[in-house]
């Protein structure tokens, strides 16, 4: 089978969530600019579907939205990172787009102005989530 005409969805949602990553944790991670070049040069991760992305993003927002607080130092308003991600859905693709823009807006629907999480609580569950796709890449 000719994989070439096909979509990666994997690489270019790690592409995205990179910029994303970056944007909550206030600084670029290597590893992950690292795992997105390779997805796309070596065309892993052709098994990772839409769906199975939305599935683990959905975890992800579930880990980062039951943290909501304000007790924490450093917290980032849950209503603008959500806005950012839905922004970056947009950027996916039909395909993709069709599966995260309404799982984050659902979220949004949910949270308040002035709704904030931990910054390291994001970035870990952001985090998390690539791990969890880099090991269902791997077993294809």
């Given at each position: 089978?000719?994989t070439?005409?096909?979509i990666?969805?994997?690489?270019?949602?790690?592409?995205?969530?990179?910029?994303?990553?970056?944007e909550?944790?206030g600084?670029?991670n290597?590893e992950?600019?690292?795992?997105y070049t390779?997805?796309?040069?070596q065309n892993?991760?052709?098994n990772?579907?839409?769906?199975?992305?939305?599935?683990?993003?959905?975890?992800?927002l579930?880990?980062?939205?039951s943290?909501?607080?304000?007790?924490?130092?450093?917290?980032?308003n849950?209503?603008?990172?959500?806005?950012?991600?839905?922004?970056?859905?947009?950027?996916?693709?039909?395909?993709?787009s069709?599966k995260?823009?309404?799982?984050?807006?659902?979220?949004?629907?949910?949270?308040?102005?002035?709704?904030?999480?931990?910054?390291?609580?994001?970035?870990?569950?952001?985090?998390?989530m690539?791990?969890?796709?880099?090991?269902?890449?791997k077993?294809?």
């Open positions: 089978m000719d070439s005409c096909l990666n969805h994997y690489s270019k949602f790690l592409r995205e969530i990179y910029f994303f990553h970056g909550v944790s600084s670029f290597r992950i600019k690292e795992l390779a997805v796309e040069n892993h991760g052709m990772i579907t839409p769906s199975k992305i939305k599935s683990h993003l959905e975890v992800c579930d880990e980062i939205f943290d909501r607080t304000t007790e924490s130092e450093e917290t980032l849950l209503n603008t990172m959500l806005n950012d991600l839905n922004q970056m859905a947009r950027h996916l693709g039909d395909d993709l069709m995260i823009v309404p799982l984050v807006s659902m979220y949004l629907e949910e949270t308040k102005e002035s709704d904030t999480v931990s910054k390291k609580g994001a970035k870990q569950a952001i985090e998390n690539i791990n969890r796709l880099k090991k269902c890449a077993s294809s």
